[in-house]
């Protein structure tokens, strides 16, 4: 039987999902470098980015090791529950 088809071809890789709804910072400050950019290898428990909510900073992990293929939000951005901000391969 033919292989179904994957459902999105146009990044492999494992999604990280916001778990909350918040802002996204890409740094620990606006003068720091930020935590990862696309082609960084990270390992799992690795901090990628913080999500603010309700004035609590919550830093985001890396739930595997890995390279980061893309970064889909912005520093500063709105991010919803469940949004995909990074995608590792």
Known sequence: APEAP???PASKG???KAPI???FYASSSPDAPPYVKVGDTVTAGQVL???EAMKLMNEIEAEQG???REILVKNAE???YGQTLF???
């Open 49 to 51: 980015c913080i999500i």
């Open 78 to 80: 709105p991010v919803e």
């Open 6 to 8: 994957a459902e999105k």
């Open 87 to 89: 995608i590792i391969e």
């Open 14 to 16: 494992t999604p990280v």
């Open 66 to 68: 890995g390279t980061i």
């Open 21 to 23: 709804v918040g802002t």
